[in-house]
């Protein structure tokens, strides 16, 4: 079984509008997770992982680590995908879209 998921994370309670800062600190917590693939994207974090778990232990590091950055509230978004016919990758994913395109 793969499970994919996407985190957005929203850090609040800085004084600017930047949030880099904060969203560097949380894919880099998120990255440093055993046995799950990540990619950064503009708008979150896509994660490929064994279990459900790990993406939940994903998103409570991208919280503390945000936290740890200066976020004084984190507001995220999760969106799971648990897929339990076939093992699909991302990638596998993004394939099966471009070879319907070509189409």
Known sequence: ???????SIVPLGRH????????A?????????KNLKTKLTA????VEAKNL???LQAVEAAHEAAKSAG???VIST???DERLDKA??????????KRKLKK
Do not use: N, P
């Open 1 to 7: 079984m793969t499970v994919h998921a996407e985190i």
């Open 16 to 23: 600017d509008t930047s949030m880099s800062k904060e969203v």
């Open 25 to 33: 600190a949380a894919f880099d917590a998120i990255h440093k997770i």
């Open 43 to 46: 708008l979150g974090t896509q």
């Open 53 to 55: 778990d790990s993406v």
């Open 71 to 73: 976020a004084k509230r």
């Open 78 to 80: 999760v969106r799971i």
């Open 88 to 97: 699909q990758t991302l990638q596998d994913k993004v394939k099966s879209v």
